[in-house]
């Protein structure tokens, strides 16, 4: 495997038991420091692919491999907050199931709480918190523990759209802090993907195989509003949404042929 890269999709294909090719041949490998945001059409197997990366799902054929042991930390589309502890404890948990002692959980809660603008909540529990707040503390949970990659399934899917942007500013941002190694991202929203990702790879329909695999040549240094402004951005869009589109045209004719 090339040094330079962490995670090593090799001909992944994965059938349900229910005969469902979710994913089929489909080759992909995420460097490091690299964030890659995975496109595609509704049920193309995008969340197969984080799962099967986390290990939470099989492959049927090919597989993934890790370049060297690494860390990897998970952000569900629900945050999946442990509704029993408190933000702080939600915040070290990682930690503390790795063996980090109580006075290290206590200052990665407050350090994690600080960068997410949490301070003020960190002994409040999830039910207290908006949907936003929540997706913080999920986040911070999952960067906590220093993760060679972080993987987010439809992080802000559920998310109002005004908050939706916050979340997505604070993802690069934490990036730009190094504090975010390695991403893979699936979402269903191109500029999202764009925003985010400094590769976006598209999947074809179900079985999902890679269609495009795009470097948007966007300055992610640059605010949101002066990244959407490009002519770059404007383009991957328009390349991105024709492909998906052209995917779910393909398959509503074969529904309807069937
Ligand atoms: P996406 O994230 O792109 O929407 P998924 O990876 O969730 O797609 O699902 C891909 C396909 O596999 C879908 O048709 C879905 O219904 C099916 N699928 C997902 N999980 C299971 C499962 N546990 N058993 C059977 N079929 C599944």
């Not at 600080?114 to 529990?125: K, S």
Request: hydrophobic share 45%; aromatic share 6%; proline share 4%.
């Amino acid at each position: 495997m090339d040094s330079g890269v962490v995670v090593d999709f090799a001909h992944l294909g994965v059938t349900y038991a229910n005969g469902v090719v979710a994913l089929s041949d489909l080759s992909l490998t995420i460097a490091a420091d690299q964030a890659v945001c995975v496109v595609g059409p509704s049920g193309c197997g995008k969340t197969t692919l984080l799962r099967v990366l986390a290990g939470l799902e099989r492959a049927t054929q090919g597989g993934v491999q890790l370049s060297r042991p690494a860390t990897l930390a998970m952000v569900f589309q629900q945050g999946l907050l442990f509704p029993w502890l408190s933000v702080a404890e939600n915040i070290s948990y990682g930690l503390m199931t790795r063996g980090a002692t109580p006075p290290q959980c206590r200052a990665a809660a407050r350090e994690w709480s600080e960068r997410m603008g949490l301070q003020r909540f960190i002994d409040a529990y999830p039910h207290q918190l908006s949907g936003g707040m929540q997706q913080r503390v999920g986040l911070a949970r999952a960067l906590a523990v220093n993760p060679d990659v972080l993987l987010l399934d439809e992080p802000f899917a559920a998310l109002d759209a005004q908050t939706r942007v916050l979340m997505q500013e604070l993802l690069v941002d934490l990036r730009r802090q190094g504090l975010c190694r390695s991403l893979l991202l699936v979402t269903h929203a191109i500029d999202e993907a764009l925003l985010v990702g400094d590769r976006v790879v598209v999947l074809s329909a179900r079985p999902g195989r890679i269609i495009a695999d795009v470097t948007p040549q966007v300055a992610h240094s640059q605010s949101f509003d002066e990244i959407r402004a490009q002519p770059a951005f404007m383009q991957a869009f328009t390349t991105i949404w024709q492909l998906i589109r052209h995917e779910v045209e393909a398959q509503l004719r074969e529904e309807v042929i069937l």
